[in-house]
C-alpha cells in the first residue's frame, strides 16, 4: 500500500527515531523505527554438529536484513556461490542448520515513555523464536505472514538485544514425516540425500515451496529475517490497516469506503478522514467523521464518491488512470495515523457458463496474452525494482496484457503490483500452495487464515490483480496425479475424506473468504486448473487447462492444435539459454549439453532434461554441430512450439479466452522454459512472442492438404483487411496465391475458407515449396507466417546467402533466399537485437539496432548469423 505506514509488510518504513515525547503527551503520533540494519548472525550454539563441522560460521559475522543467511555466507565467503558452476551441493548444510540473528537496540527514556513499543517483523523464514533481552516473546511458523510483538514489557531503557533463533526446518518436521506411515505427497524430491524419496518437509510448512527445488531451479532452503523490521510506537489507538473498496462504478460517479482498521486499548473516539486525488493531480473535498471503535479490532468506515470516474483498463484496451486515496486520524484516540493507497476504477468478471472461463473487463472481453511469473530469484531479498521493472517492461514490449504469479512461491513487495498497474498489466495472483497436499488440522488453516487475510488486504486495491487463484495444482493434482491416487488408496476412505473436506474448507471458504472480504469486486478461483467444483479439472471442456503432453509427455509438437482449451494458463517447452549466459555460470567447462555443469543447472528430469531437448531436436529441426548450434536450435524449437500454440488458441478464440505460457523468467542462469533468461537476455520464444502476440495476428495451420486461415484482433471494434496466402518453390518462384479482403471481428478470431494445397502450391513437391501468409491493414503488412507441409527437418531450405552491412551498432541483414529463423548469434560477447528469431524471404533486408556495452567492433567481430539451413 502506498503510504504504507501501518498496513501488514509495510515497505519504505520511515527511518525515524522514537522522537522525543512526555509520557503525558498521550496524543503523540504514531512512529516507526527501521532496525534493518546491525544485524549479525552465527550458529546456534545448540547445533552442536553443524558448529563442529563450521567453526567460523559459528562465530558472529555481517548479516544483511532483509535477507537470509545463505546470502551472509556467500557474501562472507563461507560458502562459494551456489549459482556459478556446480557449487549447489556445497550450501545444503547452509539449510540444515539452526542459526541465530541478533542486533542491539537502544531505547529512550522518551521512547518508554510511549504506551506500546511494538516489534515487527514483515517475514520471518520461517521456524523462528524471537528473544528480548534473553526473555521469549514469539515463536514463528509461516513465511508468509506479518509478525507482531507488544514489545514494551520486554524492554527496557538504554540498551537491549534482540535475538532470532531459527530452526532447520528440514530437520524440525523431518522426525514427524519419518513416523508417518504414508506422509502427505510433496513436489520434488531431494537430490542431495537430505530427505528420503516420497518423505518431503515441505508440504507441511507455509514458506516458499520453491526453496526446496523445482525442475527449473536448485534446492536452497534459506532461513532468516526475510522482510524489513522495525519498531512502532502509539498510544491509546493505531491504524492497523488502510483499505478501499470500490463499492459500485458508474458513467456518471463511483462510490467508494475506505476501511481504517483500528487497534485500540480501551473504547475510544477519533475523527477519521479520506481523500481522493485524481489522475490529475486534483485532489477532492477531503470527507471526514467521527466515530468510535470498541477495545481491541475495530473497522470504522469512510464514504467517498468520485464524479465522472476514469475507468482502469488492460494495456492495449485503454488508458490506466490511477486515483490516490489518503486517509488519517485526524484527531482523537491514534491521531496522526496517515496511509494511503493507489487504485484503479475497474470492473471485472468471469466469463463463465457452459465450461467458459475467461476475463472481462469493463464490459469487454479480453483475450489473455502472457506467461507464467516464477520467483524474479532464489534470494528474494536482492531483487530490486530495477529487476521487476525490466521484466515487465519486457512482457508489455513482446504486447502480453497478462502475468500469472505462481503459487510456489512468495507474494511480491508492493512496487511489483504498482507497476503492473500503471503499465495495464492484468495479474493472476496465485495463493502461495505449489503443488504439495496441505495439512488438514485446524491449526495449520488458521495459519493460512492469518496470511490471506494479510496479504488480500494489502494486496487487494490494487487494479492489476483481476483473479486470486487458491494455489497451483493442488486440487488437479489431488484429483489425477498417479502418487495422490496410490496415497488415497493406502489411508484408506476415511482418512481420504477427512483430507478432501480440509482441502474444501481450506480452498473454496478460508481463501475465497479472505478476497470477499478484503477484494470483493476481484474474482476469486479455488486453484489452477480448476472449474471451481463444477466438475472434472484440466480438461479441455471447462475452467483453465494445464497442457504438458507436449514437453514432459514427449508427444509432437502438432498436439498442440488438436483441440480449444477454454483457458490456457500453462502450457511450456525448454531452450537453452544464450552463450552469454553460459559462459558466465558455467565458464569453459561448458563444452557439451552432457557436460557435469550443464547438467547441473537443467533441473528437468533430475538433471536429464537435455536429452529432451535432443529428442525434440531429432523430431523436429536436425542434430546440433557444437553447443552453440544446440543453444541456437533449442530456441528455434521452443519459439516455433509456443508459437504454434499461442496462434492456435488465438484462433480458437472465443472459445479459448487466453493463453499463458510457462514461463516467463528464471530464478537462477538455468536451461528452463523461460524467455528471459536469469541475466534478462531475451530468448528467440521472446521475440516470437511479440509477433504472435500483436493485436492482430494471422494464424495459418496447415492440416491434411488445407491450410486454414484465421486472423485473431484484440481491438474492440471490427477492422478493415486483407489477407494473402502466396506459395513459392524455394527458387523464389510464384506457385499461386489466395486471398481478399477480410473484416476482422472485435476482440476474437475471424475465420475463413479454407485454401487447398493446390490453389498456392500447385505440384510442387513438399519438401521444395512453402506459403506465406500476410496480414494487411492499411497498406502495412502486421503479422506474417511461414507455412509448410512438412517437418523443418524434412524441408529443403535453401543456402540463405545471408550478408550484413554495419552502421555503427546497427545491422542491416539481407537474404538471397528464404532464411528461416535467423538468429544473430553474439557468442559470449552481451549484447540484445531489437529483433531475432525471424524469416527473410528471398531479396528482403532488415536493419536491427544493438544494444551492448560491446563497441561496434566487437559485435562485428562476435557476430555470427545462424539459420535452419545452417550459418549464413
Not at 60 to 82: E, K, M, N, S, Y
Amino acid at each position: 500500500m502506498a503510504g504504507r505506514l501501518a498496513g501488514p509488510f509495510a515497505s519504505g518504513a520511515l527511518a525515524l527515531w522514537l522522537a522525543g515525547v512526555s509520557g503525558a503527551a498521550l496524543a503523540a503520533p504514531p512512529t516507526q523505527t527501521a532496525l534493518d540494519e546491525g544485524w549479525q548472525a552465527r550458529i546456534a550454539p545448540g547445533d552442536t554438529a553443524a558448529v563442529k563441522a563450521h567453526p567460523k560460521a559459528a562465530r558472529w559475522f555481517r548479516a544483511q536484513v532483509p535477507g537470509t543467511v545463505q546470502q551472509d555466507l556467500i557474501a562472507t565467503r563461507q560458502v562459494p556461490d551456489p549459482f556459478l558452476g556446480t557449487n549447489e551441493a556445497a550450501i545444503q548444510w547452509a539449510g540444515l542448520t539452526d542459526w541465530e540473528l541478533r542486533r542491539t537496540l537502544d531505547v529512550s527514556a522518551e521512547a518508554m515513555g510511549r504506551e506500546h513499543l511494538d516489534l515487527v517483523f514483515d517475514g520471518l523464514d520461517t521456524f523462528a523464536t524471537v528473544f528480548i533481552n534473553g526473555r521469549q516473546v514469539l515463536k514463528a511458523d509461516n513465511g508468509h505472514r506479518q509478525w507482531r510483538v507488544a514489545a514494551k514489557a520486554f524492554l527496557k531503557q538504554g540498551r537491549n538485544e534482540i535475538l532470532v533463533r531459527f530452526a532447520s526446518p528440514i530437520r524440525t518436521l523431518q522426525p514427524m514425516v519419518l513416523a508417518e506411515a504414508h506422509p502427505l505427497p510433496g513436489e520434488y524430491d531431494s537430490a542431495f540425500g537430505d530427505e528420503p524419496k516420497g518423505k518431503q518437509t515441505s508440504a507441511y510448512i507455509r514458506k516458499a515451496k520453491y526453496h526446496y527445488g523445482w525442475d527449473w531451479g536448485p534446492r536452497i532452503v534459506n532461513q532468516g529475517i526475510s522482510g524489513p523490521v522495525r519498531l512502532e510506537a502509539w498510544d491509546e489507538a493505531r491504524l492497523g490497516a488502510f483499505e478501499v473498496v470500490q463499492e459500485a462504478l458508474g458513467k456518471d460517479e463511483a462510490r467508494l469506503v475506505a476501511k481504517f482498521r483500528v487497534f485500540a486499548d480501551k473504547p475510544g473516539k477519533a475523527q477519521f478522514a479520506a481523500r481522493v486525488t485524481g489522475p490529475d493531480g486534483q485532489a477532492l473535498a477531503p470527507v471526514s467523521r467521527e466515530a468510535s471503535f470498541d477495545a481491541g479490532e475495530s473497522v470504522v468506515t469512510v464514504p467517498l464518491t468520485v464524479a465522472a470516474p476514469k475507468r482502469w483498463w488492460p494495456v492495449g484496451y485503454g488508458d490506466q488512470p490511477l486515483y490516490k486515496v489518503s486517509g488519517e486520524i485526524a484527531s482523537g484516540a491514534g491521531a496522526g495515523a496517515k496511509a494511503a493507497r493507489i487504485i484503479g476504477l475497474r470492473e471485472v468478471e468471469l466469463v463463465r457458463g457452459g465450461g467458459a472461463f475467461g476475463f472481462r473487463v469493463n464490459g469487454v472481453t479480453v483475450f489473455a496474452k502472457g506467461a507464467n511469473l516464477i520467483p524474479f530469484d532464489m534470494f528474494p531479498s536482492r531483487v530490486t525494482d530495477a529487476k521487476m521493472q525490466s521484466l515487465l517492461e519486457d512482457s508489455r514490449a513482446a504486447n502480453m496484457n497478462m502475468i500469472r504469479v505462481w503459487g510456489g512461491g512468495y507474494y511480491l513487495p508492493d512496487s511489483f503490483y504498482d507497476m503492473a498497474d500503471r503499465m495495464g498489466l492484468m495479474v493472476w495472483q496465485d495463493f502461495m500452495f505449489g503443488g504439495a497436499v496441505p495439512p488438514a488440522d485446524v491449526a495449520y488453516r488458521e495459519n493460512v487464515r492469518i496470511e490471506a487475510d494479510q496479504q488480500v488486504e494489502r494486496l487487494g486495491s490494487h487494479p492489476s490483480i483481476v483473479i486470486w487463484a487458491g494455489g497451483n495444482e493442488v486440487i488437479s493434482g489431488w484429483e489425477t496425479w498417479s502418487d495422490r491416487k496410490a496415497w488415497k488408496k493406502a489411508v484408506g476412505a476415511e482418512e481420504h475424506e477427512r483430507m478432501a473436506t480440509s482441502m474444501t474448507v481450506l480452498f473454496d471458504r478460508v481463501l475465497r473468504g479472505a478476497v470477499t472480504d478484503h477484494s470483493p469486486t476481484t474474482p476469486y478461483w479455488p486453484g489452477s486448473p480448476s472449474t471451481d467444483y463444477e466438475g472434472p479439472v484440466d480438461t479441455d471442456a471447462a475452467g483453465d487447462r494445464h497442457f504438458w503432453d507436449v514437453w514432459s509427455g514427449s508427444k509432437p509438437v502438432e498436439n498442440y492444435t488438436l483441440s480449444c482449451p477454454r483457458f490456457m494458463s500453462e502450457y511450456g517447452f525448454q531452450a537453452m539459454p544464450v552463450m552469454a549466459t553460459i559462459r558466465g555460470f558455467a565458464g569453459d567447462a561448458a563444452q557439451a549439453p552432457d557436460s557435469p555443469v550443464m547438467k547441473a543447472h537443467q533441473k528437468f528430469l533430475a538433471g536429464e532434461g537435455n536429452e529432451r531437448l535432443k529428442f525434440y531436436l531429432d523430431a523436429r529441426l536436425r542434430p546440433a554441430k557444437d553447443l552453440a548450434d544446440f543453444v541456437y536450435l533449442t530456441q528455434v524449437n521452443q519459439a516455433q512450439a509456443i508459437d504454434m500454440a499461442a496462434r492456435h488458441h488465438r484462433a480458437c478464440a472465443p472459445v479459448t479466452l487466453g493463453s499463458l505460457y510457462w514461463q516467463l523468467n528464471d530464478v537462477w542462469p538455468s536451461i528452463s522454459w523461460a524467455s528471459v533468461d536469469y541475466e534478462g537476455r531475451w530468448k528467440l520464444l521472446h521475440y516470437a512472442a511479440r509477433r504472435f502476440f500483436a493485436p492482430q495476428a494471422v494464424v495459418a495451420e496447415h492440416k491434411q492438404g488445407v491450410t486454414r486461415v484465421s486472423f485473431a484482433s484484440d481491438a474492440t471494434s471490427p477492422v478493415a483487411a486483407e489477407w494473402r496466402l502466396t506459395g513459392y518453390g524455394m527458387d523464389g518462384t510464384k506457385l499461386g496465391e489466395a486471398g481478399g479482403a477480410v473484416t476482422l471481428a472485435p476482440t476474437t478470431a475471424t475465420t475463413v475458407p479454407d485454401v487447398s494445397d493446390a490453389a498456392v502450391f500447385a505440384s510442387a513437391p513438399v519438401e521444395a515449396s512453402y506459403a506465406v501468409a500476410e496480414l494487411v491493414i492499411g497498406g502495412k503488412t502486421v503479422s506474417r507466417q511461414i507455412v509448410e507441409r512438412a517437418l523443418p527437418k524434412a524441408m529443403a531450405y535453401p543456402a540463405p546467402g545471408l550478408a550484413a552491412t554495419w552502421d555503427g551498432k546497427a545491422v542491416t541483414i539481407t537474404a538471397k533466399a528464404l532464411a528461416r529463423a535467423v538468429m544473430l548469434d553474439f557468442g559470449a560477447v552481451d549484447a540484445q537485437a531489437s529483433d531475432n528469431g525471424f524469416d527473410l524471404l528471398p531479396g528482403e533486408s532488415v536493419r536491427i539496432e544493438i544494444t551492448s556495452k560491446a563497441d561496434a567492433a566487437a559485435l562485428r567481430k562476435a557476430l555470427v548469423l545462424r539459420t535452419l539451413a545452417g550459418e549464413g
